[in-house]
């Protein structure tokens, strides 16, 4: 069964710092990766997966960021909006 990353960081007990440790990839890049700000390349994958003991095929690689916001970051808000 596939499990997303945040799940497995809470079920292995990490923190990021100790996540990242263990995948040899820097914490920024790690907790980009969880917020959705950064998409992790295949090389990124296989390290994660590797802290893991799993393959990344294992794991749900999802983009979690909410597009409503990126939306209206983008373009704002309507002014009249009830």
């Known amino acids: 069964m596939k499990r997303a990353l945040d799940q ?3 079920e292995a007990q990490l923190s990021l710092e100790q996540l ?4 040899k990839l820097p914490s920024e890049r790690v907790a980009a990766m969880l917020d ?4 992790p390349s ?3 994958r296989e390290m994660l997966a590797a802290a893991f003991g799993l393959s990344p095929d294992e794991i749900i690689w999802g983009h979690t960021m ?3 916001n990126v939306r ?10 009830s």
């Open 66 to 68: 909410d597009p409503r």
């Open 36 to 39: 959705g700000r950064w998409t």
């Open 20 to 23: 990242a440790e263990k995948a």
């Open 42 to 44: 295949p090389r990124d």
């Open 8 to 10: 497995l960081i809470v």
């Open 72 to 81: 209206y970051r983008q373009f704002g808000l309507e002014e009249d909006i």
